[in-house]
T-cell receptor, first 113, second 114 residues
Framework: SQQGEEDPQALSIQEGENATMNCSYKTSINNLQWYRQNSGRGLVHLIL?????REKHSGRLRVTLDTSKKSSSLLITASRAADTASYFC?????????????FGAGTRLFVKA | DGGITQSPKYLFRKEGQNVTLSCEQN?????MYWYRQDPGQGLRLIYYSQIVNDFQKGDIAEGYSVSREKKESFPLTVTSAQKNPTAFYLC?????????????FGEGSRLTVL
């Protein structure tokens, strides 16, 4: 089963609008990351938020983390057509030792010009 | 430019054939990973390697094999034992094995079984 699950599965908005994607996870975590994937390409790291952080910004991106609800959100402000991509959250599953970074199924964002 | 190079980008295979996907990195990263991506699903971990001559099975290692003879290279062989090999394969690396570090991805290899 997946640790992180994104919601919605797909999102279509107009250029200039804000896009919000959510990620829920099941077990406690040490950190949560967001990645972006253009169609048919590799993933690109966007931002990492640690379990003791509540909010983080990077340019037009704003990430929040609520560990009590086991959820995170990614907000893209003033979206552009170039933001069209799939967005994935990845969590570490809070496991000590080994490699346990698990990706969700992603949110497909389509920004209409 | 530093990065991860995967080849080939597209590969067609007949049933019963083994194929090897190449992954090379010049980032001087210790850790490397192979993921499989199917439509509508997240990435699933096949194998990972913390250091040269060492690798570990991920969640879906059956039907796959890897080697790590050089720090820069982590090839993946999809064997005939893999029942449903048609997928998009992604290679990644990180400075060291960590659940808190950024993963750097290649551009992927799309394998189609005919």
């Amino acid at each position: 089963s997946q640790q992180g699950e994104e919601d919605p599965q797909a999102l279509s908005i107009q250029e200039g609008e804000n896009a919000t994607m959510n990620c829920s996870y099941k077990t406690s975590i040490n950190n949560l990351q967001w990645y972006r994937q253009n169609s048919g390409r590799g993933l690109v790291h966007l931002i990492l938020i640690r379990s003791n952080e509540r909010e983080k910004h990077s340019g037009r991106l704003r990430v929040t983390l609520d560990t009590s609800k086991k959820s995170s959100s990614l907000l893209i402000t003033a979206s552009r057509a170039a933001d069209t991509a799939s967005y994935f959250c990845a969590t570490d599953a809070g496991v000590a030792g080994g490699f346990k970074t698990i990706f969700g199924a992603g949110t497909r964002l389509f920004v209409k010009a | 430019d530093g990065g991860i190079t995967q080849s080939p980008k597209y590969l067609f295979r007949k049933e019963g054939q083994n194929v090897t996907l190449s992954c090379e990195q010049n980032l001087n990263h210790d850790a490397m990973y192979w993921y499989r991506q199917d439509p509508g699903q997240g990435l699933r971990l096949i194998y990972y390697s913390q250091i040269v001559n060492d690798f570990q099975k991920g969640d879906i290692a059956e039907g796959y094999s890897v080697s790590r003879e050089k720090k820069e290279s982590f090839p993946l062989t999809v064997t005939s034992a893999q029942k449903n090999p048609t997928a998009f394969y992604l290679c990644a690396s990180s400075i060291f094995l960590s659940n808190t570090g950024e993963l750097f991805f290649g551009e992927g290899s799309r394998l189609t079984v005919l």
